[in-house]
DNA sequence: TGATTTATGTATCGAATGATACAGAAAGGA
DNA sequence: TCCTTTCTGTATCATTCGATACATAAATCA
């Protein structure tokens, strides 16, 4: 059980949150490994060892992600006591932390890669798994509200949370460019503005 | 006037084409200079004389993009006569235009490249520029409406314009994670719920 | 035809990429 | 103390990156 063999010089989270900081901020494609080493401020044979290859890494970070970051957007969905409430603040958590000013803007998994052919086809189809898996999401939670009666059975929870799924990966490129809080707040609130038209009976 | 020396072997308008659909599928990082020559079917010095570099080219590229592909969708802009109708159009044919079955998916304005602090900074800001004054284009046309009397002036022609721009944008990751298009033009349709909400008096 | 100009094809440049070989250092086990 | 195990630092691997040098080919001009 002991552990045997020269022991870690370095904190083996905190050089995957490092990690984490830099594939949100550039990108899977973009991060060199010279810059991963330089932000983990590990050699290159310690990072191999600890995180297996780029791609590995990419993968352990993102679980951070998720964990960290993504955990107060999604925890807002379970939350709140109605559907409707359950998306503004899903909606409005999405902008705030989008708009974090100590970390990178934006979404790590809307953000990571969006191209298909390359060599990291499998990290780019880690990201999409996760996009989808998060849509998913937001149906079981309007399907939740048809079974409560808030939402119309005649409703398409299919089509509504694939809107509010594009609404949020839309504001991670609009926080990519610069939008302010204010701004991202805005958008969030004139997602909502649908809300009634989209739930009510047709 | 007449030109002297060799003449070109190959096209250089088709060429420019091939080189936009290698970048709209693959975006600026992602693609090599090797994916653009075995592409455009010519050499790289070839490619360096008539385009310089490869920053250069993109901006060539991405020129082309707007003035053949996105046409289509801002004109629908225009087109319309009133302010709800052009934004339905535009939604509608943004749609189309991302379910393209024999283009790549999403914008390549959109998807460009999304993160700023590479070598690729100033095509990352080029496509930022672009993404900016299509927002622009919006506004412009919601206070259109507004002079027409459709829009109430109290609403907030800003607002309602980033959001439907973060709908767009939010359409490119969609349809690149292979929405269909009804899903796109459903995503269209629900954007559009929000229309009487967002231009009413308040 | 000879001179000039421009484009093409081959071959390659230095730098950066992701990933390791290797030797030495630091721990536990016997 | 000696052996085994694991980690660290240096140095480097083969490959790919964007970009060119150079010689040759094909056109116009005089």
Same mark, same amino acid.
């Given at each position: ?55 590995? *890494?990419?993968? #352990?970070? +993102?679980?951070?992600?998720?964990? $960290?970051? /993504? ?8 939350? !709140? ?50 996009? *989808?898996?998060? #849509?998913? +999401?937001?149906?079981?939670?309007? $399907?939740? /509200? ?8 005649? !409703? ?47």
């Amino acid at each position: 059980m002991s552990q045997r063999g020269r022991p870690r010089t370095f904190d083996s989270d905190a050089a995957l949150r490092r990690a984490m900081l830099v594939f949100w901020e550039k990108g899977y494609e973009a991060t060199s490994m010279a810059d991963l080493t330089a932000a983990m401020q590990i050699g290159a044979p310690s990072l191999y060892a600890a995180f297996g290859n780029k791609a590995d *890494l990419f993968a #352990a970070a +993102l679980k951070t992600y998720k964990a $960290e970051i /993504g955990l107060e957007i999604w925890n807002a969905l379970s939350k !709140a006591v109605t559907a409707r409430q359950a998306f503004a603040d899903f909606l409005q958590q999405t902008a705030l932390a989008y708009a974090q000013p100590d970390t990178p803007r934006g979404c790590m998994i809307a953000l990571g890669v969006l191209n298909g052919d390359t060599d990291a086809v499998s990290t780019c189809e880690l990201l999409r798994h996760c996009r *989808l898996e998060n #849509a998913t +999401l937001l149906r079981a939670r309007l $399907e939740e /509200g048809v079974r409560d009666g808030e939402i119309a059975p005649t !409703a398409d929870c299919q089509k509504i949370a694939d809107f509010y799924a594009t609404v949020q990966h839309g504001m991670s490129i609009t926080a990519r460019d610069g939008a302010t809080l204010a701004s991202l707040q805005s958008t969030a609130d004139a997602a909502m503005a649908a809300w009634d038209a989209l739930t009510a009976p047709r």
